[in-house]
C-alpha cells in the first residue's frame, strides 16, 4: 500500500497542488485506483461517498491530458464527468480547478436550473475537462453546444443514484455519443444489477477496485433507531436537537413537501434550519449548502436527491426522520458522517409503517441497529426498548413483530421525489 503522494507517479504540478491541499496519505481507493488510471485503464470503483474518490479520478486525469495539448472544436472537451446533482458538479468542478491550478487546463461545469448562456459561452472554445449532470448535457447537445466526439475519457460518478434518480436512459444516450476509443471509470456506493449490466456494456477490462464492500455501512457511524408514533416525530426531533453534541445535523426526508414542514416545525420550537431539495432555486441551494458547511446553519434538511452532492466533512449526525423505502438509500445517507476519517452518528426515527423499511436495511447491512429510547417521548407503537450490541446476530431480545396489513400495503414503490 502506498504510504504517501510522493510515492505515485504524480507531476510535479500535482504534487505541488496536493502539498497545499495538505494531503500526505492517499485513501485506499487513491492508493490502489491511480497507478491504473495513470496507466489508462478502464476502473470500476466501488465506494461510499467520503473515501476520497474524487481526487482517485482527478488527479490521474489532469496528468494525462496535462501530457498532451490539442485544438479542440467548438463545444468539445477532451474528458467528461457526469453526475447526478448540481452540487456534486460543482463540487468535483472545484476539486478540478484546485488539483489543476498548476497546469494549463480549462474546464467547465454544466448542470439544469440556471441559465446556459454562460455555459455555452464556457464551451465555445472547447474545453479539456467537463463536469456535467446529463439532463443539461443532453439539452445542450441537441442545441448544437455540446459535442463529444473528442472526448478520450469518460467518467460516470454515483452511477447508483443516476439508477434511482431515472437518469439511465440519458446516461445511454450520452454514452453512445461518445467516442468508442477511450478511457472509461465507473464509481459507483453500491451495485444493483442494472448497474452490471451497464458496468460490462461500457467498460474494456476493467479493474475493479473495492474499497467498501457493497451495501454496508461505514464501520465508524454509531447506528440508534427510535421507534415513535409518526404524530410525535416532530416532537422528538425537537427533543433531540436541544443536545448540544448534536454540532452539525444533516437530517433526512423522502419528499420536498415533507422537509420544508419539518424546518417551519423546528423554527416553531426555535431550532433554526434550512431546506435543501429540487424546488430550491440554485442560488438557493448553493447558499443553503454554503451556510451549512461554514457553520452558521447547524440543521440541514433535505431529501435524498438534493443530499447526493453535500460534502461535508464535520457532520457530526445524520438523523433519519422518515427510513428510506429502498434500503440501499440508508448506506448512502449515513454515509454523510464519519467523513475524513472522524466517527459520526446516525439515529432513525421508526414508526410503524416503517417497520419493514427498517427489516430491509438490518437484512441488506448485515447489522441490527441498536434501539434507543428517550424517556420524554413515549411512544406507543414502540416495542419493549432492548439495547443490544451493534451487529449482534447472537443473543437478540424477542421484539414485537410489525404486521403489515392494517393501513399499510407493504413496500412502497421507490420514492421518485
Known sequence: MTNSFSELALAEPLQRAVRAENYETPTPIQAQAIPHLLAGRDLLGIA??????????????????????????????????????????????????????????RSAVIFG??????????LARGVDILVATPGRLIDLMQQGHARLSAVSIFVLDEADRMLDMGFIADVKRVIAALPKERQTLLFSATMPPPIEKLARGILNNPVRVEVTP????????????????????????GELLKDNSIERALVFTRTKHGANRVTEQLARTGIQATAIHGNKSQSARQRALADFRDGRTRVLVATDIAARGIHVDEISHVINYELPNVPETYV?????????????????????SERPYLRDIEKLTGRALTVAEHQSIPSATAPPVVERAEGSRGERQPRRRFRPGRGHGGRARRNRW
Do not use: N, W
Open 48 to 105: 461510499q461517498t467520503g473515501t476520497g474518490k474524487t481526487a482517485a479520478f482527478a488527479l490521474p486525469i489532469l496528468q494525462r491530458l496535462g501530457a498532451t495539448r490539442a485544438q479542440l472544436p467548438r463545444g468539445s472537451a477532451r474528458a467528461l464527468i457526469l453526475t447526478p446533482t448540481r452540487e456534486l458538479a460543482l463540487q468535483i468542478d472545484a476539486s478540478i480547478r484546485s488539483y489543476g491550478r498548476h497546469l494549463p487546463l
Open 113 to 122: 436550473g440556471v441559465g446556459q448562456q454562460p455555459q455555452v459561452a464556457a
Open 214 to 237: 457493497a451495501a454496508t455501512t461505514v464501520d465508524s457511524v454509531v447506528q440508534r433507531v427510535y421507534f415513535v408514533d409518526a404524530a410525535r416525530k416532530r416532537v422528538l426531533l
Open 332 to 352: 448512502h445517507r449515513i454515509g454523510r458522517t464519519a467523513r475524513a476519517g472522524a466517527t459520526g452518528i446516525a439515529l432513525s426515527l421508526c414508526d410503524g
